[in-house]
């Protein structure tokens, strides 16, 4: 696992943006795993910066994303599917029959869930999958208590996630209390897992998932089987790690955050 350490957010978020277009770049054709949430709308304007302002072409990428609220169809505001049309697929000219999320007003759930695994294994699998982490360390839609292998299907959301997520929402009480997500195994297929924190939310969820035992009740520390993870951390998000000044003498400020060759 590489632990990058940046001196604030910006530059954090910044090099989430930049492993992206160098995946793009290194493979036009790359199959990219998305995540969403508020710390994602910024890593998207970087990637969509860099679209604008460089040669990366998004016209060959496929795409999937981690999860989506089961019952909520495509067309509603706080669906992960007008989230992504709105935050990245309209600014950066991916092919949207490429592009693919979970089926939140699906008819049979467990049927779109294995449809889902299947269209993942058909795509070759994912090379860059981009990852959030909860409060309570959770990645995708995983919750504590997930298995370490589990694939897509419904997962029923804590109250202190939904909690985190009525931003998105008129009132607590819309927000949804079950999704589809991707599995912690589905996850840990993709050839490269890079996780972005920020703030001091995050700080306790991100030491337990680097420095923490390996455990079903932080989702994220899976990632610490993972051959190829990338931890990206703002400052704030790094204050609770034991080993903080070990990560930060490997690499300085953060530096290298960049593909590399595989």
Not at 23 to 30: G, H, I, M, S, T
Request: one cysteine or more; charged letters at 25%.
């Amino acid at each position: 696992m590489k632990v990058l350490i940046f001196p604030d957010a910006k530059d954090a978020i910044a090099a989430a943006a930049r492993l992206v277009l160098d995946q793009v770049r290194l493979k036009p054709d790359a199959v990219l795993g998305l995540a969403t949430g508020g710390t994602m709308e910024a890593v998207y304007d970087k990637v969509a910066d860099g679209v604008r302002e460089t040669a990366v072409s998004f016209a060959g990428v496929s795409s999937f994303n981690l999860d989506e609220y089961l019952g909520l169809p495509p067309a509603h505001p706080a669906s992960y599917h007008t989230y992504m049309r709105q935050r990245l697929f309209s600014r950066v000219g991916i092919d949207l029959a490429k592009t693919h999320l979970p089926k939140g007003d699906c008819e049979d759930a467990e049927a779109e869930c294995r449809r889902y695994e299947a269209a993942i294994a058909a795509s070759g699998g994912i090379d860059l999958q981009l990852l959030g982490i909860g409060r309570n360390g959770h990645i995708g839609f995983n919750e504590p208590t997930s298995s370490l292998s589990s694939r897509t299907r419904v997962k029923t959301l804590t109250a202190d996630t939904r909690e985190a997520n009525a931003q998105f929402f008129d009132r607590l009480e819309d927000v949804p209390h079950y999704a589809l997500t991707m599995g912690i195994g589905t996850i840990l297929d993709a050839r490269h897992c890079v996780l972005l924190a920020i703030g001091a939310s995050k700080a306790e969820p991100v030491a337990k998932a680097i420095e923490g035992p390996l455990a079903a009740t932080c989702p994220a520390s899976a990632l610490q089987l993972h051959r190829h993870a990338t931890m990206l951390l703002d400052r704030e998000a790094a204050a609770s790690l034991q080993l903080v000044d070990y990560y930060q003498r490997v690499h300085p400020d953060g530096a290298p955050a960049q593909i590399e060759p595989r």
